[in-house]
């Protein structure tokens, strides 16, 4: 069982900086394919970020020089480093832990960008 708790979203301006957490407990953390996603407002739920358990790392187009996802094995955390915000980046953001056989995800955390 692996569960992900997600913290550090809030309202910014544009043009700021957010960096969103994503903790999880169980030992196969370390293991786990991680991913940030995003879902506005009646729209599907869209991939922001991966992380391999190597470090590997791939981005949408959307985000890409922008966001930086980053993983601390030995905490068991997954950040989302998000700069230069635009008001097409606010939604609730989600982590997710994909380990094969199954797949978990968090609660999420609204980000909101606005003047």
């Known amino acids: 069982q692996v569960q992900l708790v997600e913290s550090g979203g809030g309202l910014v301006q544009p043009g700021g900086s957010l960096r969103l957490s994503c903790a999880g407990s169980?030992?196969?953390?370390?293991?786990?394919?991680m991913g940030w996603y995003h879902q506005a407002p009646g729209k599907q739920r869209e991939l922001v970020a991966t992380i391999t358990p190597g470090g590997s790392t791939n981005y949408a187009d959307s985000v890409k020089g922008r966001f930086t996802i980053s993983r601390d094995n030995a905490k068991n955390t997954v950040y989302l480093q998000m700069n230069s915000l635009k008001p097409e980046d606010t939604a609730v953001y989600y982590c997710n832990a994909d380990l094969g056989y199954r797949i978990y995800w968090g609660q999420g955390t609204q980000v909101t960008v606005s003047s």
């Open positions: 169980g030992s196969v953390f370390s293991f786990a394919f």
